[in-house]
């Protein structure tokens, strides 16, 4: 294994629920295992007197939600468009190769099995299912760009 591989793996992990990789290649053993990260809170003293804060400005106050756990599920955002996002860390492309069309573009209908990319990560290449129904109203990652787990990659109408 390389370094770029070996910092790929870290990467995976770091932006994983895994707390651990152990990988075999050729010989060489990599264990990556990640430590709980403690939290330390320091209570700040101020010297000037405290300021009510309305609600509305937004600091100290937290949204409530009235959604069910069922529709946070399902990636909406304004005006009934879903996205879909990232599974993993990866480079992202819209054809299956450099000579090929786009799998899907502005405008075209996807289903839950329709495939509308292709990330890449550790030189292996994942096709993408849509897992939602309807039009694609907007890509948001260029070809070849490097796209973060959770990463919203198209909007869907």
Sequence with gaps: MNFKEIKELIEILDQSSLTEINIEDKGNVV????????EIITPQ?????????????????????T????????NAVEDNLQTINAPMVGTFYKSPSPEES???????????????????????FNEIQAEVTGEIAEILVEDGQMVEYGQPLFKVK
Excluded at 53 to 64: E, I, L
Excluded at 67 to 74: G, I
Excluded at 102 to 116: F, M, P, R, W
């Design 31 to 38: 264990n990556l295992k990640k430590e709980k990260e403690t």
């Design 45 to 65: 003293i101020s010297q000037q007197p405290m300021q009510q804060v309305s609600p509305q400005q937004g600091v100290m106050s937290a949204p409530v939600s």
């Design 67 to 74: 959604q069910s756990s069922e529709e946070v599920n399902t």
């Design 102 to 124: 786009a799998y899907v573009q502005v405008g075209d209908s996807v289903t839950n099995e329709s495939t509308v990319c292709i990330l890449e990560a550790m030189k292996l």
